[in-house]
């Protein structure tokens, strides 16, 4: 199985045709999303508070497909809230409610990446964003 999960997702345009970004929500080519992100939440440091955020809300590690689909869902209901262009690539910011196994679903802030040398987005991270500062 590959490494990653894949949805449809248009291409962005070039900067030239358009000065405004698309967001990864639109359709076409393949977003990329990490399988298994977390399968070992506690057996590490690092992204252990945000693997038990995530865990709080019903998502279980051993079903890493149901966050990730959550993810991109996500990415596909919600406006652009912003983006920013790095040396790595233009990171798109997304924000409103993820759907949940618990059905509480939380405000989050998801960031999704193109990479200058790829056309398809690439979830980077997820956090809460709260209550009321969306």
Known sequence: ??????????PRPSRQTQPKPVP???AGTCACLP????????KISRGRAKAHFFMRFGFRASQPEILARALLDHAQSYGLAG???TAYGIHYIIEGALRTPDGRNPLI?????????ETAP????ATSIGKGKK
């Open 24 to 26: 990864p929500k639109a």
């Open 83 to 85: 983006s920013v262009e």
């Open 122 to 125: 690439r979830f980077v991270t």
């Open 35 to 42: 399988s298994g992100r977390i399968a070992t939440p506690y």
């Open 1 to 10: 199985m590959s490494p990653y999960l894949f949805t449809s997702f248009r």
């Open 109 to 117: 802030r998801a960031i999704w990446m193109i990479k200058p040398s």
